[in-house]
């Protein structure tokens, strides 16, 4: 009842109603060239998103329009396209079967059976969904937001968190290449675009904890990404008030019918910039904004024959982020005890991010069970971030008397002050690795192994300060000398910054990993059981340090009527701290640190199932994890500031549900639940109160307890013009935890109000693959044309990231929420040829 009143709700927000219309159906059988059914292929009418998938006997069955001259699609990963035109009568059924063909793409390399895919710890990510997805900063990024487990509460950033964890636990990898984030970054508006293309990506793969051994060494989450590799010319482009991409692809080579051509050479290149000007003129603090972001990546592959592959990938990304703050004005406070903080800004900040990422890959198959990996890259990262900014500002009382005609003005001034912040922070970060990795298909077995060197060099400059003056004195404010016995002594206090951090290093290190793991997969009849055990070691001479993690997941689809599979999967997840996590929040380095150490357990079901006659999926996971060896944090915006010095222990726990499927005919939509509660217990932590008592603080949440999380992704087109689409994303996040800046952990248990934002997007298709032009036409060689209205925040939500603490003379500290985007427009052009 409330699926279908939230469907009504739809389609009253589209301006349209839904009229029934007369069907027809075709079904039939999809093989490839050895006549072997081809599983999840995909079924769709051209021009709409969607369509029906087939069974693991390659048959399928898709409701069309009738009376209607319609375009099938018959696609799947590594195969040519088949198209079928149709129109049929009212109530008739057709059978189409297709044969698909290979393409030159590589089928071993990215081809998963879907048995196999679900029964391991990742879950499949349809890239195309990111054509209309409504987003503010990269579509991929948004979407893992939406997955069960995820959470984010800032829509300018592509960070986010997983199962209690931090953005540092997240492991991201491109073309087995592990990918870095910047370290300086502090807040959304400075981030710019993430490393992933979306218009490159041919494979997302995505799992929120127990994932493999061959996965390195983070404790929380695994994204992996592999770009495509073209087997014909094609391309996009996309302009929008938020930037614009280009990407062209294609072959130096023509295909021989039934075989690959030697020498076969393919390129990819994507070009996207970004400018978050439109949505940060939005924001309270209001000036001059100077954001501007540019990336460049391309994949370059050749056949040096049959058996061997050579690979580049290679990126470029420049992030510049300039502001000349005038003032701001932000009420805060209760409806009874109402208070503005109105700041007027003199100075600037100038920051700039530029990244380069270079990979090599030989690719060597000695035969088609085989295939041995020899991986070279180098990662080079940039970064600087420079400000001298002063903040004159005045805290007052408002007036909350509906009958005052003062109602809404500052009617008395409660705290006068200035803030002067200074920053010159520089940072040079080398990475390099070398790495072999095979996979060996043997029986029933998939074995595959890897080894791994890396070597490290990071170079870190910071000054960074912030001084404070409250109505004439400094804060922390020294003892003055009245009163003293001999009045002209000479007596020195030592001038104090309210923030002060300084950094003068160079750190060189090496790390050495090893992964051995095997997957014996057994099938009876109906039934299956997969079973995936691995090793992993890691050992990192900076802190000499050595940790082995065996890992390992088990899973069963029973012989029952209902198709539904168990999974268990548990391990050990070491994460041997990186730079950032050494660096103390008062800019010193612990010299000594160890790996922070998370057990995963994981017991999770998968159900297929039709509801009104169409596919549905069920997802469940219960988990538990037994944290230790922790370094406490604390999160300003993006920024993570560690106690490096401190050790915690811990727990996460919670259960995660998604259902997708067809909630509209033809076309996939999913909402996602989490509940989740995430704890730690700082060692050596206790304290003496006022009254002379020592006290335990204990168990306190950490930054990321998001006790409740809800997520919604809704798509709905016009049943008789399904050229005109509607998408639409709801988040809901519960509120975070957190506290005084610099404070010790235990002080950091406030809570800010919870995060809910609403996201909708109306598209038309100008330009399908139901089109057609003369051949003189220059429209003709597109593929698709789409126009799309988004609205961003639709519900016009103040979301609070972060807090601005201001300080009177009598040390009272006010937090002062900082706002996210308010409700803005964007109109995007997207074309594929």
């Known amino acids: 009842m409330l699926l279908k009143s939230f469907v009504l709700l739809i389609t009253l927000l589209i301006g349209t109603a839904t009229f029934a219309q007369e069907k027809a159906v075709i079904f039939g059988r999809i093989t490839n060239q050895k006549g072997n059914p081809v599983e999840l292929a995909n079924i769709a009418i051209s021009g709409v998103p969607g369509g029906t998938i087939t069974d693991k006997k390659g048959r399928y069955e898709l409701k069309v329009p009738a009376n209607r001259a319609l375009f099938i ?87 986010y968190s997983v199962r209690g964890g931090n953005f540092d636990e997240n492991l991201i990898y491109v073309n087995d290449i592990e990918i870095y984030r910047p370290f300086l970054i502090r807040s959304g508006q400075q981030e710019g675009l993430s490393f992933v293309n979306s218009d490159l990506t041919s494979s997302l793969l995505f799992s ?31 302009i929008s008030l938020l930037g614009a991409s280009f990407h062209v ?9 039934g075989k690959a051509d030697k020498n076969k050479f393919t390129y990819l290149l994507g070009v996207r910039y970004k400018t978050s000007k439109y949505l940060l003129n939005a924001l309270e603090t209001k000036g001059d904004y100077q954001p501007s972001f540019l990336d460049i990546q391309s994949l370059l592959t050749y056949d040096i024959s049959k058996k061997l592959e050579l690979s580049l990938l290679m990126t470029v990304s420049q992030n510049q982020f300039r502001l000349i703050p005038e003032s701001r004005e932000t009420d805060f ?67 909350t008397d509906f009958g005052s005609e003062n109602f809404g003005d500052v009617v008395e001034n409660q705290g006068v002050g200035t803030q002067l912040e200074h920053a010159r922070n520089r940072m040079d970060i080398n990475v390099y690795n070398i790495e072999h990795k095979a996979t060996m298909e043997k029986g029933e077995n998939l074995i595959q ?31 003055d000398s009245i009163g003293y016995v001999y009045p002209g002594a000479q007596v020195n206090y030592a001038f104090e910054m309210m923030d002060y951090i300084k950094t003068n290093a160079n750190i060189t290190s090496n790390r050495y990993t090893a992964f051995a793991q095997n997957t014996w997969t057994h099938k009876s009849d109906s039934s299956m059981l997969l079973v995936t055990a691995g090793i992993r070691a890691n050992y ?17 689809k029973p012989n029952w009527k209902r198709d539904i599979m168990f999974r268990f999967s548990t391990g050990y997840y070491f994460q041997p701290p990186f730079y950032r996590e050494i660096k103390d929040i008062d800019g010193t380095l612990n010299y000594n640190p160890k790996a922070q150490e998370s057990i995963h357990f994981v017991l999770g079901s998968d159900l297929n199932f039709k509801a009104w006659g169409r596919p549905f999926k069920f997802i469940t996971e219960v988990y538990y994890k037994s944290l230790n060896r922790l370094i406490p944090y604390m999160v300003d915006n993006v920024r993570i500031r560690y106690y490096a010095f401190d050790q915690s222990h811990g727990y996460t726990t919670g259960i995660d549900f998604k259902i997708n499927g067809e909630f509209v005919p033809g076309i996939e939509s999913w909402a996602s639940l989490s509940v989740m509660s995430t704890a730690e217990n700082v060692d050596n932590d206790n304290y003496i109160n006022s009254e002379g008592v020592e006290v ?111 300080t009177d003379v009598y040390g009272e500290m006010y937090a002062v929420p900082n706002y996210l985007t308010t409700r803005q427009l964007n109109i995007k052009l997207v074309a594929r040829f």
Do not use: C
């Open 73 to 159: 699609s018959f696609t799947y990963m590594g195969y040519s396209k088949e198209v079928e035109k149709v129109n049929l009568k009212p109530g008739e059924r057709k059978e189409v079967n297709k044969t698909l063909e290979i393409s030159s793409m590589d089928l071993t390399e990215v081809e998963v059976e879907g048995e196999q895919l679900r029964a391991g710890s990742m879950s499949r990510i349809d890239p195309k969904i990111a054509i209309n997805f409504p987003n503010s900063s990269d579509a991929i990024p948004a979407i893992l937001k939406t997955l069960p487990g995820v959470s984010s509460n800032n829509e300018l950033s592509s960070q």
């Open 249 to 257: 692809e294609g072959m130096a080579a023509k295909k021989t019918e």
């Open 696 to 806: 335990k603080p204990g168990f306190i949440p950490r930054p990321t307890d998001q006790t409740v999380n809800f997520s919604l992704f809704f798509q709905d087109y016009l049943p008789r013009n399904p050229t005109y689409k509607m998408s639409l994303t709801l988040i809901f996040g519960s509120s975070l935890p957190f506290g005084p800046p610099d404070s010790p952990r235990y002080k950091q248990t406030l809570r800010m109000p919870p995060y809910r934002r609403v996201d909708i997007g109306f598209s038309k298709e100008l330009i399908g693959e139901y089109s057609r032009f003369s051949p003189k036409n220059p429209l003709r060689g597109f593929k698709s044309v789409w126009l799309t209205l988004e609205i961003l925040n639709l519900l016009q939500i103040n979301n609070t990231v972060s807090y601005t603490w201001v």
């Open 540 to 556: 990192w001479d900076f802190s000499q340090q050595i940790v082995v993690s065996p890992r390992i997941t088990v899973s069963y």
């Open 333 to 399: 406070g209760t409806v009874q005890n109402a208070k503005r903080l109105t700041i007027y800004f003199d100075g600037q900040e100038a920051d700039k991010y530029l990244t380069y990422l270079g990979g090599l890959t030989f690719t060597y198959k000695p035969n088609r069970h085989t295939r041995l990996k020899l991986i070279g890259s180098g990662y080079n990262s940039k970064e600087s971030e420079t400000y001298d900014l002063m903040g004159q500002y005045w805290i007052g009382q408002v007036s």
């Open 208 to 238: 929120a904890g127990g994932f493999d051994a061959k996965y390195g060494d983070k404790m929380s989450s695994v994204l992996d990404i592999q770009y495509k590799k073209p087997y014909e010319f094609g391309g996009s482009a996309s």
């Open 449 to 479: 192994w890897g080894l791994k060197f890396q070597h490290e060099n990071v170079t870190d400059e910071m000054r960074e300060w912030t001084m404070i003056d409250s109505a004439g004195y400094t804060q922390p404010r020294p003892p």
